[in-house]
């Protein structure tokens, strides 16, 4: 496994794909208080925030079927949920992650192409994008809206389409949730965990992983020189 990464890394990357929350913004917080909102707007038990955590990643459908919601009120609940995170990441404040920015210049300096694969809504995302200042970085963005949830590998290949590359080693595929870890060995693209100390199944599904984004960053510049 950590050969065939070593092997993609020899060569210049035909592709860069990005999940956006919990990998390029640090906005798990605020995941996690939509998802508690949601919740008592259904009239649904709490559940522990530890539990929320380890959901990010999914639709708003899976979550709300995983924590237990009827199935008749999953609509509402994911209606409130959209109306939730629309409303707080699209106005936040939200850091971004340290290097994130440097990194994803330097990306776009050497011609390498970027996609973002988020669970987020497409227009919702690049909201985000750009009130970071990153949307400039970004060549395209498919989100849920666009067909096909993590972890299937229906986003990756759509990315992949959208990019014009072909899936293979030496397209990268870098997420904080084992969805996205999945969904990117599912669709035969290398699979990178990045800042997801928290996650043993997403570390140990990896193709590699990264304490942080930057140092993914790091490696990409490294290997791309």
């Not at 999940?19 to 508690?36: H, V, W």
């Not at 939200?94 to 994130?100: D, K, R, T, W």
Request: aromatic letters at 6%; a neutral charge.
């Amino acid at each position: 496994t950590l050969q065939r990464f070593t092997l993609a890394l020899r060569e210049r990357p035909t592709a860069v794909l990005l999940d956006l929350d919990g990998t390029l913004i640090d906005n798990a917080a605020a995941i996690i208080d939509c998802y508690e909102e949601a919740l008592r707007a259904t009239g649904h038990a709490q559940v522990p925030r530890e539990v929320l955590l380890a959901l990010r990643g999914l639709n708003s459908e899976q979550t709300a079927l995983r924590l237990g919601v009827q199935r008749d009120s999953v609509p509402r609940f994911r209606e409130q949920y959209r109306a939730l995170v629309k409303q707080r990441l699209s106005e936040g404040p939200h850091p971004l992650f340290g290097g994130v920015t440097e990194g994803l210049w330097w990306l776009k300096e050497r011609g390498i192409p970027v996609a973002v694969v988020t669970s987020n809504r497409n227009a919702v995302a690049w909201t985000v994008l750009r009130r970071h200042g990153i949307d400039r970085f970004v060549d395209t963005v498919v989100g849920s809206d666009d067909g096909g949830y993590k972890p299937s590998p229906e986003p990756v290949l759509k990315a992949c389409a959208a990019l014009g590359v072909a899936p293979s080693p030496r397209v990268l595929m870098a997420g904080d949730m084992v969805v996205d870890v999945l969904a990117g060995r599912r669709a035969g693209v290398t699979a990178v965990c990045v800042n997801a100390s928290g996650d043993p199944v997403a570390l140990a599904a990896a193709d590699l992983a990264f304490p942080t984004i930057v140092e993914f960053f790091a490696a990409v510049c490294a290997a791309s020189s």
